[in-house]
């Protein structure tokens, strides 16, 4: 209120037309999420102003710069973003007309810009600006190569005017741009960039929004990588940021997000609660994107614990939530949430139905996961429809059919006992050292560094004496789930005997595999069983062996070192980390 008071007697006192009009945006830019309306009106007399009311001859082209990029900034804040589109466009037609001297001199009426947790411009709009908001607006409505397109324009404008500040936003909106594209190296490359470039100290509400934001889009990434740990800190980091900023729309993305990841740690209590906390404040708000994401979600939770028919509701509530909105993307996504369910009942001619819906929906993110997905679905259903015509109109050939189908399903079984181990469900053995040894030889001529890590449990033969071998197979099964969760997707991970485990990781230098085997170590040594009303703990020692770009060590060299590794890690007391050679 007080700047708005500092304006207003400004605003009295102003002789200069272009001053008055900068001071007329400025202050309908701070009453945007104070008093909506009046803001617009604000503008609107901005924009009059600027166009021709204090102008005689020619329009003050970079009011009306202002005053389109404010009023497209208006109608995001309703969620209709093809408006905006509009209003942003305008604005970028006007800048052809701005005198360019303009930029070289700072606005005065900036300086009573409001700190607030979407304010990232401190001087005036121009053409950097307006491309960094078309990019974000586009990517909203789901034009990703559009939005990737502005963006790119963007940073080289910021990038030439040496703009570290617009240049760590984009970083981080085209890290968001490659988290929808399901491209997470690319994302996390981005990211980092932008973690790099933002202050140590955050001021601002808007860095620490734009920290935020970053934040929880590296739990998305960490999740494509099946780091759920990481993704479970990264995602509470950002709901802390986002409740002390007070900034609902992030609550209520990173609500949903926490869903997903606890879905991922199969505690589907906790996600389901954290989906519905989500969607009540959604619907509050009126965030209609975030309550079908929540609606989709719940849905594909409830499919997990075969209640199809609760789960059909929420997917066709999400769904019709979305055509009623036109969000396509969100469209989409129940499309390919309700194939899934569809699937899972067995109903192939509803799945097929859904997935093709997704396909045309997507088509611009069109990939070959999806291309053999539905290969796959159209290829269930043929088998359907012909089970079905036998049973119609071969009745005598149903013996052969059940026989076929008994040997197709011992052969999967087979095929399975021969790669998994089936108590912990790692690969065996066998399996391990023949993906790993292709695996190697990929990286040798890839000139890429990988590593091998040997663990086992310490004083295992103590658990099975004191709690008998039936919780020693319950322990090997914990300390298998916890090392999965622990490692990264691009990881492979076996059982190579009793209670030892060994692990192959890819592109990693000897300090991310440090890392890694720390992570593991750690989440294995926090992890409690409970039998008889007794705690039991257990811990883990670890062996690393590294092989360097081009070494080209083979992998029976490469287990030996990881084993003396593992060994030197038992003589120094177990429950830590040693690295051969060191």
Not at 368 to 386: G, I, Y
Request: hydrophobic share 40%; with cysteine.
């Amino acid at each position: 209120m007080v700047v708005s008071q500092q304006i207003q007697q400004e605003l009295k006192q102003s002789t200069n037309p272009a001053r008055t009009i900068d001071l007329l945006n400025v202050w309908a830019a701070n009453l945007r999420h104070i008093d909506l309306a009046q803001a617009w009106k604000i503008n609107y007399q901005a924009e009059y102003h600027a166009r021709n009311g204090l102008f005689a001859y020619t329009p003050y082209y970079q009011g009306l710069v202002e005053a389109w990029y404010w009023r497209g900034k208006f109608y995001s804040v309703h969620k209709k973003y093809a408006e905006a589109l509009n209003c942003f466009y305008k604005a970028l037609e006007y800048c052809d007309y701005v005198n360019p001297n303009i930029f070289e001199l700072k606005n005065p009426a900036a300086s009573y810009y409001q700190d607030a947790p979407d304010q990232f411009i401190d001087n005036w709009v121009d053409t950097m600006a307006l491309h960094n908001i078309l990019g974000v607006t586009l990517a909203l409505q789901s034009q990703l190569d559009a939005a990737l397109e502005h963006y790119l324009i963007a940073e080289e404008i910021a990038i030439n005017t040496d703009n570290e500040w617009m240049q760590t936003i984009l970083n981080s909106n085209i890290g968001y741009l490659y988290r929808v594209l399901e491209q997470p190296m690319e994302a996390e490359s981005y990211l980092q960039r932008a973690f790099q470039r933002l202050p140590a100290q955050l001021e601002t509400k808007a860095q620490k929004r734009l920290y935020a934001t970053m934040l929880d889009n590296t739990c998305w990434v960490a999740l494509e990588y099946g780091q759920l740990y990481d993704a479970l800190i990264y995602a509470n980091a950002s709901l802390e940021l986002y409740q002390a900023l007070n900034w609902s729309q992030g609550i209520v993305e990173v609500l949903n997000i926490l869903g997903v990841v606890y879905q991922r740690f199969g505690r589907s209590a906790q996600a389901m609660a954290e989906f519905e906390a989500s969607f009540g404040l959604a619907q509050r708000l009126g965030f209609q994107e975030d309550m079908i994401f929540s609606l989709i979600q719940r849905g594909i939770l409830v499919a997990s614990q075969h209640d199809y028919a609760q789960a059909l509701a929420f997917g066709q509530r999400g769904l019709a939530l979305a055509i009623d909105t036109n969000d396509l993307s969100q469209q989409a996504t129940a499309h390919s949430a309700l194939a899934a369910i569809y699937e899972q009942m067995a109903d192939y001619a509803n799945a097929i139905q859904h997935f093709k819906a997704y396909h045309h929906l997507r088509e611009s993110l069109f990939n070959e996961r999806s291309d053999q997905r539905l290969r796959l679905l159209q290829v269930k259903h043929q088998v359907q429809q012909a089970q079905q015509q036998a049973r119609l109109y071969y009745q005598k050939t149903q013996e052969l059919v059940a026989e076929m189908q008994e040997r197709d399903r011992q052969r999967i079984e087979l095929e399975r006992l021969a790669t998994i181990d089936s108590l912990t469900g790692l690969y065996n053995r066998r399996h391990f050292l023949v993906s790993a040894q292709v695996l190697l030889e990929q990286a040798a001529l890839a000139g890429n560094s990988v590593a091998i890590m040997l663990f086992d449990i310490d004083h295992f033969k103590q658990i099975n004496d004191q709690y008998g071998h039936h919780v020693g197979d319950q322990v090997l099964q914990s300390i298998a789930t916890t090392a999965q969760a622990a490692l990264r997707q691009s990881d492979l991970i076996g059982r190579y005997g009793g209670e030892e485990f060994i692990v192959l990781l890819s592109r990693v230098s000897k300090a991310e595999a440090l890392l890694v085997a720390e992570r593991l170590r750690s989440a294995i040594e926090q992890q409690r069983l409970t039998y008889d009303q007794q705690p039991i703990s257990s811990s883990v020692s670890l062996g690393l062996a590294l092989c360097h770009e081009h070494a080209e060590i083979p992998l029976e060299q490469l287990i030996q070192q990881a084993d003396q590794a593992l060994y030197q890690a038992k003589a120094a007391g177990r429950n830590n980390v040693q690295t051969f050679g060191v």
